[in-house]
């Protein structure tokens, strides 16, 4: 068999950061036309390779080739000028601007010397309905969601010609139907020839999609295999270097007591549908549903984030008065956001603030800061979450995506709630780390509080959770126990709320 023509090489590729080793003499070689799936652990360097390809870091030492010609960029311009385009991790629109003028942003349709505004919608809103976004394009990007976000991010890497497309974890933030819709672009571009470097910690989806992948271990290559030759057993083994029994551990001796913690006919600012439902002690409760179901907001609702307009929220059979978060931190209830960047972590203070930003009264003694203790608590944490670190003194911002989140966890789980709400608590989080985390939940499970988990990950849910409600066009559609899990039925219930209303009528 004739050898496929590589449009990348990569030779020697080492970059070192201060403390870590991201990559060390990394060879790969990237096939034209190929999609070549990218893995590891959190912090494994994945991220690092994808910015020395675009420009935004350069090597310490090694070298590139690009279609045979050496390959040097030293920024996201020489990049983008070659072709490579990049949906990044972490999201980088411009908030206070449209999704139009974010798509478009580097090359703005212009008339007569000004922005050509009618056709900058009407290009922005072809390149929504591939993506299959149904906002208005001229929608100022801070008004959206987080997974509607990370689909503008794509609809602007798909907006130029680009000859290698890379996504770093696209569907963290996606639901089936979307992802669904993501792959079939993918083949698409596949089929005009366009090359993809594709990242993700869900494996099944890699495989599904990947004609290659490559596994990374602490900024090491492990092996490059062909997807048909490989299970994903054998790609777990060699990304955490041992055998994993199972993928969600159930504690079935975690008993379920009374209820804690009630919602009552909760309506928020944009949602006129009333939501209940309450959590036992001791309960894992699920919370499935399409993006955009209400999930997020209603979770952020009783959490005082956003408005809401009456309802009641009661824990131990009485009313909390939750005005802002605030209000709801004090009364025993804590919100681990989806949205780390923007709302769960101080990026540029270290992982010792950020894990005691919640609870300074667990840090200080008659109001004077005790920086011992702070520090306990974040090694504690880094300890116990498995977060990759050289030190507790190392800002947040130089963590990988994964650590990040991590992080965010160790914040509320030092704050000691009643009721914790955890809104896609793995994403981004590696298959090792996803297992701490869940028996994380599993012992505060047992210390009997209540707990909430949103997750997209259906399997995930069905995996950790005792009974699910399911979301769909802004209400709760339905409730299914453990014994009757089944993941047809909960997409049915998540999807009937928007077959009701008739013909291809949700937003
Ligand atoms: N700008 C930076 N400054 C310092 N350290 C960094 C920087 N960027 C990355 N690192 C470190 O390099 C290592 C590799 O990080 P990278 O982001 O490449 O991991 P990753 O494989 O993408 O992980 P994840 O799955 O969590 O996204 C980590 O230890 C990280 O903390
Ligand atoms: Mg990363």
């Known amino acids: 068999m004739t050898q496929p023509p590589k449009i990348i090489e990569i030779k020697g590729l080492t970059k070192h950061f201060p403390g870590v080793t991201a990559l060390s003499n990394i060879d790969l070689d990237i096939n034209q036309g190929e999609v070549h799936v990218l893995v590891g652990e959190n912090g494994a360097g994945k991220s690092s390779l994808i910015k020395i390809l675009c420009g935004i870091y350069q090597p310490d030492e090694g070298k590139m080739l690009y279609r045979g010609n050496k390959y040097a960029p030293v920024n996201t311009q020489d990049a983008i000028k070659a072709g490579i385009r990049v949906v990044y991790q972490e999201l980088n629109l411009l908030s206070y601007l449209s999704i139009a003028e974010n798509i478009f942003f580097e090359r703005l349709p212009s008339k007569a010397g000004l922005v050509d ?23 100022p990007v801070h008004m959206l969601g987080i997974a509607q976000m990370q689909l503008v991010e794509i609809a602007k890497a798909l907006s130029g010609e680009s000859k290698v497309l890379i996504l770093d974890e696209p569907t963290a933030t996606l639901t089936s139907k979307e992802i669904e819709r993501l792959f079939e672009i993918i083949k698409r571009l596949k089929q005009k020839g366009v090359t993809i470097i594709y990242i993700s910690h869900r494996l099944q989806e890699t495989f599904e999609i990947g004609d290659r992948i490559t596994v990374l271990r602490n900024g090491l290559k492990v092996d490059t295999r062909l997807t048909s030759e490989v299970t994903i057993p054998e790609i777990v083994k060699m990304m955490v270097g041992r055998e994993m029994a199972s993928e969600y551990p159930y504690q079935a001796s975690v008993e379920v007591g009374a209820e804690v913690f009630r919602v009552d006919e909760l309506i928020y600012k944009g949602n006129d549908n009333p ?17 955009g179901s209400g ?23 009485k009313e909390l008065v939750i005005h802002q978060p605030k209000d709801a931190v004090e009364g025993g209830i804590c919100l681990l956001t989806e949205d780390r960047k923007g ?3 101080i990026l540029d203070m270290t992982c010792e603030v950020n894990t005691s930003l919640a ?31 050289p030190s507790t003194k190392k800002w947040v911002r130089f963590l990988s995506g994964g650590n990040q989140q991590k992080v965010v966890l160790a914040k509320w789980l030092f704050r000691n709630c009643r009721v914790l709400i955890f809104d896609e608590p793995t994403r981004g989080i590696d298959v090792g780390a996803k297992y701490e985390i869940y028996m994380l939940l599993w012992k505060l499970a047992e210390q009997g509080k209540a707990i909430i988990v949103v997750s997209s990950d259906l399997p995930e849910l069905m995996g950790i959770s005792h009974r699910i409600v399911v979301f769909s066009n802004g209400k709760i559609a339905g409730e299914v126990m453990r014994d009757d899990f089944d993941q047809e039925k909960i997409l049915s219930i998540a999807y009937r709320e928007y077959i009701n209303i008739g013909n291809g009528k949700q937003n």
């Open 117 to 139: 505004f009618n056709k900058l919608y009407r290009d922005a809103k072809s390149m929504l309905e591939e993506v299959g976004l149904k906002t208005s394009p001229q929608t």
């Open 275 to 291: 939501i209940s439902f309450s959590v036992k002690s001791g309960e894992i409760l699920g919370v499935a549903g399409l993006v």
């Open 295 to 317: 999930r997020t907001e209603t979770m952020r609702a009783i959490f005082g984030a956003d408005p809401k307009k009456s309802g009641k929220v009661i824990l131990n059979g």
């Open 343 to 345: 709302q769960g972590l």
């Open 359 to 389: 609870n300074l009264a667990g840090v200080s003694r008659s109001g004077l800061m005790e920086f011992r203790k702070e520090a306990e608590a974040a090694d504690r944490y880094v300890e116990e979450l498995a977060i990759k670190t």
